[in-house]
Each structure stands twice: as C-alpha cells, then as structure tokens.
C-alpha cells in the first residue's frame, strides 16, 4: 500500500526555521520526483518546490527562493524540506507528493504555523 506520511510541522515564531519530512513507502520511491506543495487558508494550492528522482535538480517557488531547500535521501526513502527564515505568510498546510509520468501519490499533509 502506498504512503507518504508528512511530519515535523507545527508552530514557529517569524524568522524561526523548521525542517519537514516525508516518509515514503509502497512504491520505487527512486523513481519519482518529489514536491512539497503547500495551501494556506483562502488561497489556491502552491507548488513550493521539487526535486527530480535523482536529486540532481531542484525548483522552487519565487516566494521560496533562498529560504527553503528541498533534498532527498533515497536510501531512506525520505524527502525533506528545510525551512528558514520563516514568514507568517508561510503558514499553510504542507503536502508531500511523488510523480512518475501519469501516476501520482499524495500525503495527508501537516500544518505549518508561523506566529508570534
């Protein structure tokens, strides 16, 4: 059975830093890509960043650009993605997700607050 199960979120004060993981499990987790897509109270889902099934390239969303970075451990099975510098606008619900071609996988998601 497929998952993806999401941890390490919660609350932090602005300009704090928080590193999430997903833990992934019933498929060639080296064989996808991986992406944390985030979605805060109001507003539409957001890619925020993904790294490629090798880890040898990354993207990013603007808003994200040099305090987040996205890494993987493909022996662990596991994605990261470490969060510094945080903003209040950062608060959103965090997602982990895995694609290969036209399949994908979707984890249940964890909240991050940033407030003070």
């Known amino acids: 059975q497929v998952q993806l199960v999401e941890s390490g979120g919660g609350l932090v004060q602005p300009g704090g830093s928080l590193r999430l993981s997903c833990a992934a499990s019933?498929?060639?987790?080296?064989?996808?890509?991986m992406s944390w897509y985030r979605q805060a109270p109001g507003k539409e889902r957001e890619l925020v960043a993904r790294?490629?099934?090798?880890?040898?390239?990354?993207n990013y969303a603007d808003s994200v650009k040099g305090r987040f970075t996205i890494s993987r451990d493909n022996d662990k099975n596991t994605v990261y993605l470490q969060m510094n510098s945080l903003k209040p606008e950062d608060t959103a619900v965090y997602t982990c997700?895995?694609?290969?071609?036209?399949?994908?996988?979707w984890g249940k998601g964890i909240l991050v607050t940033v407030s003070s």
């Open positions: 790294i490629t099934s090798t880890g040898g390239s990354t």
């Open positions: 997700n895995a694609l290969r071609f036209g399949r994908t996988y």
């Open positions: 019933g498929f060639t987790f080296s064989s996808y890509a």
